[in-house]
Structure formats: structure tokens, C-alpha cells
């Protein structure tokens, strides 16, 4: 499954256990469609995780247009009323990134591996992020 949309807030990473962090990023994904003859636009927002190495979050920030590839699954919790509850997240196996990261604050990312002359830009698992 792929989607393509936009992060809503810099990437953040978080510890699991001992031996293993996920990277954690929201992004917005929009839809056009038409009512009645009238232009309407709808956002959904996705949580999104990335198991394969914290090193791509520093990349991956706000208001970047990234498309994804991955499955969505279904987590369930336990709210603070005591109310079973779920959620879905998208599990990112590969990041497509269209447009460039913000981190160096100019645009210029010579030194960003996912957009330094590789093949379309598209972020496969590999040792720099493992």
C-alpha cells in the first residue's frame, strides 16, 4: 500500500526497549473531490512508524511531501475510563521523499543520503540506518 502526503511535525524517536528505538512522524494526507458541483477538499491524518534505523528522522521534517510504502495496522489500548480502544498506524517499510528536508534550514541537502543522487530519492533499508 502506498500513500503520499505531508509531514505535519518533525520526526521523533523513541525508545521500545533497551535494544530497539522507532522513528514516529504524522503525516496529512488530502482529498479532492466534488459535492453538489462545489470543489471540496478533505485531510486525514496518519500516524506513521519506521522500524529499520532512527538515523532517517533528523531528515524527515515538517511540511516535507513524502510518499510511503508500507501496511497499516491496528493497535489496540485501554483508555484512562477503562474503555477497550484502537487505532491504526501505518508501518513504513520504504520513504519516497518528493520533496527536500528543512534541517539545514536552506533547502540544500548535499549531505541528505535519501536525496544526494540516489535513485529517485527513495530510502531502502540499508546499513547508514540500521
Given at each position: ?21 522507532v ?21 486525514a ?24 510504502s ?61
Open positions: 500500500m502506498e500513500i503520499t502526503g505531508r509531514l505535519v511535525a518533525d520526526a521523533t524517536v523513541r525508545a521500545v526497549n533497551a535494544e530497539k528505538n522513528t514516529g512522524f504524522r503525516v496529512a494526507v488530502n482529498r479532492h473531490y466534488k459535492s453538489q458541483g462545489e470543489q471540496k477538499e478533505e485531510t491524518y496518519i500516524d506513521c512508524t519506521y522500524w529499520r534505523g532512527e538515523g532517517i528522522a533528523p531528515f524527515l521534517t515538517k511540511g516535507m511531501l513524502v510518499q510511503l508500507g501496511f497499516m495496522t491496528a493497535e489496540p489500548w485501554v483508555s484512562r475510563d477503562g474503555e477497550p480502544k484502537a487505532s491504526l498506524r501505518f508501518r513504513t517499510d520504504e520513504i519516497n521523499m518528493l520533496t527536500k528536508s528543512a534541517k539545514n534550514g536552506t533547502g540544500d541537502n548535499k549531505n541528505n543520503p535519501k536525496q544526494a543522487g540516489d535513485k529517485k530519492g527513495v530510502l531502502k533499508p540499508s546499513e547508514q540506518f540500521n
